[in-house]
Structure formats: structure tokens, C-alpha cells
């Protein structure tokens, strides 16, 4: 399958790096937010993010700027869709929303394209109906900061076909990713429940004292070899997505294992959302 033209609903921290991703592999790419200004503040974000590869030698100027040249933005999402031969959706985190995003999407976009989602805790099955090309559905998910994570879980639902799968194995593969395939739907896929498992350790361990968190965060790195200690980790993803992810994990399992940490539903409460709140585990500066 032919796909030149890629759009990324929702301009937030994962829909603007997937965009620039796909630019940068070459694509012709629409970011789409119902938001004007998240898109102004997304592309003002990349330019900067450009701007510094381009400093520091990782990135040749015009390489820069033709990626730039490809990406265009919209608030529009019916006309966009009608551009697209593959969409992905990064918008929030709500099933109400994504699927009738995904109606709009069936009704818009070309016959050929595929519905993609980014969704870590929403399996594409839940919106194969509404878009009504199931078959042409899957989850396609990516990780913060997807401009350096290399992984990208491409996840079945039931319907979806040996030739959706295929085509955006390439597509990831075009964006220097590595796809891994998940055959069927489970609650976290493989990334988010090894890292939920370790998630729930660490803030046990912090939980009954048993150590700090920045000595827990500094075993993980230097014992384990981690690139980041898990409350680092959490502090970086957003506190109010481990509590969502917690909670729509609970949602499915009902295991009470699986029910948001104590710890990460304080500091949701307090407004202490991590790196992108100024505070979380950790303080950081504005
Ligand atoms: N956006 C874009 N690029 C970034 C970045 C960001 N937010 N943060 C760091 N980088 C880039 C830097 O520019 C740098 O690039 P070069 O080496 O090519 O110059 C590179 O990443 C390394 O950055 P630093 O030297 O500043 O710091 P580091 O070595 O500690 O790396 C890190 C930062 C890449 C984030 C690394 O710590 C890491 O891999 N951490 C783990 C991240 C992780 O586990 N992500 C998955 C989260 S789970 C998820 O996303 C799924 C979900 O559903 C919630």
C-alpha cells in the first residue's frame, strides 16, 4: 500500500513528536487539533527542538527544514482526513471522543486509509465499529519522547488484516522505529504493564520507607542500567497519565492490583502532574 500523506490528530506532547517523526521520514504530514493555539505552541515547540538537533550537528539544516516544509496544520478535521492514507490518532485519552473522531474518519477519509490510534490504554476494537473499515483499524503506539523512543507496538484487534498490519509495520519502519507486534488486545500491551509491574514496586517501596525515592531511582539506573529511575520516569510521562492508565487498567482487570497507587493519586490531586506541572517527585524549573 501507497502511503505519502500521514495525519496526526491532537497537537499535545505525543501527536506533535509523532508528527515530526513522519516528516522527518519523509511524509507528507497534517498535525490536526480542534485547537489552534495548541498547534501554534506544537509547531513553536519543533521548530525549537530543530533548531537545537541543527546546533549540536544532528541534524543538517535543510533536512531540518524540509521536514518543517512537509508538515502542515489544521483545525480541520474532516478535510484533512480526505487527505490522508493513513491517520493516527493521539487525541485525549477519551473513549466518547475517539470514537467519534473515528466516525468522522470513516466518513471522511479516502477508502484506502487506515485508522491508526495511539492510544496506550484504548484498544482499537472499541472504535473498529464506529469507523466503519474495522478491518483498517489497529492501535499504532508510541513512546515519550517519541522522537527518540524507538519502539512503536502495533496492536491487532480481531478484525484488523494481515495488510493493515503490514503497511504500518513499514510506515514505522520508515520512521527509523522498531515495531513490535502485539496479536491480541491485553490491558497495557507489553510496554506499560513491565512498566507498571516495576512502577508498583518502587512506589511500595517508597510507600513503607523502605528507602527514598532518589535512592530507589538511582538502584534503577545504576544496578538495573535504567535510563531513568521509575519516579523520574513517571514524572516525565505525566502523574495525571499514570493515574488514567492505572485506572483504565483497573477498568478492564479488576484486579486490585492494578488500582491507582495512593501515592499517585495525592500528588494528581495536589496538581503535581510532573515535569509539565513544574512538580512531581521531583521540582523542576519553568
Ligand atoms: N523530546 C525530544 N528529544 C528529547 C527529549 C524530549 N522530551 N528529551 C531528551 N531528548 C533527546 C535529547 O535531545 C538527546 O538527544 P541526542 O543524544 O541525540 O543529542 C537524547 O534524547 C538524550 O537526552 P539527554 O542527554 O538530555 O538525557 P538522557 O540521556 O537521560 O535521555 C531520555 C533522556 C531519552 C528521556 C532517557 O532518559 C530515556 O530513555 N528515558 C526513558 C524514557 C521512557 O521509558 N519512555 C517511555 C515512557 S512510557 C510511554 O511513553 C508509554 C505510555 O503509554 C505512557
Known amino acids: 500500500m501507497d502511503i505519502r500523506t500521514i495525519l496526526i490528530i491532537g497537537a499535545g506532547t505525543m501527536g506533535r513528536q509523532i508528527a ?20 501554534d505552541a506544537a509547531r513553536t515547540d519543533l521548530e525549537s527542538w530543530a533548531d537545537g538537533r541543527v546546533a549540536k550537528g544532528k541534524l543538517q539544516a535543510e533536512f531540518a527544514d524540509a521536514a518543517l516544509a512537509r508538515l502542515s496544520q489544521s483545525t480541520e478535521l474532516d478535510a484533512s482526513a480526505a487527505q490522508a492514507d493513513l491517520v493516527i490518532e493521539a487525541a485525549v485519552e477519551r473513549l466518547d471522543i475517539k470514537r467519534s473522531i473515528f466516525a468522522e474518519l470513516g466518513k471522511n477519509a479516502p477508502a484506502h486509509a487506515i485508522l491508526a490510534t495511539n492510544s ?17 483499524v489497529c492501535n499504532m503506539h508510541f513512546f515519550n519522547p517519541a522522537l527518540v523512543m524507538k ?5 491487532r484487534n480481531e478484525q484488523t488484516s494481515d495488510e493493515t498490519i503490514q503497511a504500518v509495520t ?6 527509523g522505529k522498531e515495531p513490535v507486534l502485539v496479536n491480541r488486545e491485553i490491558p497495557g500491551f507489553i510496554a506499560n504493564r513491565m512498566m507498571g509491574a516495576m512502577q508498583r514496586e518502587a512506589l511500595n517501596l517508597a510507600s513503607a520507607e523502605v528507602a527514598s525515592i532518589t535512592d530507589i531511582d538511582t538502584t534503577a539506573r545504576t544496578a538495573l542500567g535504567h535510563p531513568m529511575g ?13 493515574d488514567f ?7 478492564e482487570t479488576g484486579q486490585a492490583l492494578d488500582q491507582p497507587h495512593p501515592l499517585i493519586t495525592q500528588k494528581v490531586t495536589e496538581g503535581k502532574l510532573g515535569r509539565k506541572s513544574g512538580e512531581g517527585f521531583y521540582e523542576y524549573r519553568r
Open 245 to 251: 492508565i492505572a485506572q483504565a487498567t483497573y477498568a
Open 20 to 39: 515530526m517523526s513522519c516528516a522527518l521520514g519523509g511524509y507528507t504530514t497534517i498535525l490536526q487539533d480542534i485547537s489552534g493555539s495548541a498547534l
Open 230 to 242: 521509575p519516579f523520574e520516569l513517571m514524572d516525565l510521562v505525566g502523574l495525571d497519565v499514570i
Open 120 to 136: 496506550s490504554t484504548l484498544a482499537s476494537s472499541h472504535l473498529a465499529e464506529a469507523s466503519g473499515r474495522a478491518s483498517q
Open 151 to 155: 519502539c512503536v507496538e502495533i496492536v
Open 170 to 175: 513499514a510506515v514505522a519502519r520508515a520512521l
